[in-house]
T-cell receptor, first 114, second 114 residues
Framework: DAGVTQSPTHLIKTRGQQVTLRCSPK?????VSWYQQALGQGPQFIFQ???????QRGNFPDRFSGHQFPNYSSELNVNALLLGDSALYLC?????????????FGAGSRLTVL | DQQVKQNSPSLSVQEGRISILNCDYT??????FLWYKKYPAEGPTFLIS?????DKNEDGRFTVFLNKSAKHLSLHIVPSQPGDSAVYFC?????????????FGKGTKLSVIP
């Protein structure tokens, strides 16, 4: 049973560019959340998708956007990259209902912005 | 403004002894608390959780204690094993408020010395 898979694992971009990160949730899960983990910090909530809609959003600018597809997979897009966007981006999946906040995380996509 | 605080960045414990990791929170709306463990190059993995209606939850070598009046929780690992060496994150959510997003602390790096 595959867990949460993310791609790419590492990538390097320059300021002003755009990036797309991808996530496949754990089999049977229908909800995807994205977190940003900066160096030395805990993961910080970006947003959550359920039924192909953004359900909740953390304190992140509109440069951060996402999408969920009918097969529950998800993308995170970041436009106009800043140096401060360098971080580990974690995708997590869950199932709505009891236990909805017990998340299964992927290994993350490490983004470096130069 | 950190709503979940882990004030000890690191902790070293001898194998076989007890490890105690602490976490404080400030938001009274939090009603569900979780501990995640993270190894290098892997995503966080769920360890144990506790609802605010309880003050203790036990799972094998791991026990979480919750003191609501003090807004404090702790994770006890007994006996500690070298494989427990990892970064431990405390996280909280406000399920009653309809929010399943997790707010994480900065983590505590546990080193179990053989």
């Amino acid at each position: 049973d595959a867990g949460v898979t993310q791609s790419p694992t590492h990538l390097i971009k320059t300021r002003g560019q755009q990036v797309t990160l991808r996530c496949s949730p754990k089999s049977g899960h229908d909800t995807v959340s994205w977190y940003q983990q900066a160096l030395g910090q805990g993961p910080q909530f970006i947003f959550q998708y359920y039924e192909e809609e953004e359900r909740q959003r953390g304190n992140f600018p509109d440069r951060f956007s996402g999408h969920q597809f009918p097969n529950y997979s998800s993308e995170l897009n970041v436009n106009a990259l800043l140096l401060g966007d360098s971080a580990l981006y974690l995708c997590a999946s869950s199932l709505q209902g009891p236990g909805a906040n017990v998340l299964t995380f992927g290994a993350g996509s490490r983004l470096t912005v130069l | 403004d950190q709503q979940v605080k882990q004030n000890s960045p690191s902790l070293s414990v001898q194998e076989g002894r007890i490890s105690i990791l602490n976490c404080d929170y400030t938001n009274s709306m939090f009603d569900y608390f979780l501990w995640y463990k993270k190894y290098p190059a892997e995503g966080p993995t769920f360890l144990i959780s506790i609802s605010s209606i309880k003050d203790k939850n036990e799972d094998g070598r791991f026990t979480v204690f919750l003191n609501k009046s003090a807004k404090h929780l702790s994770l006890h690992i007994v006996p500690s094993q070298p494989g427990d060496s990892a970064v431990y994150f405390c996280a909280a959510s406000g399920m009653q408020a309809g929010s399943y997003q997790l707010t994480f602390g900065k983590g505590t790096k546990l080193s179990v010395i053989p």
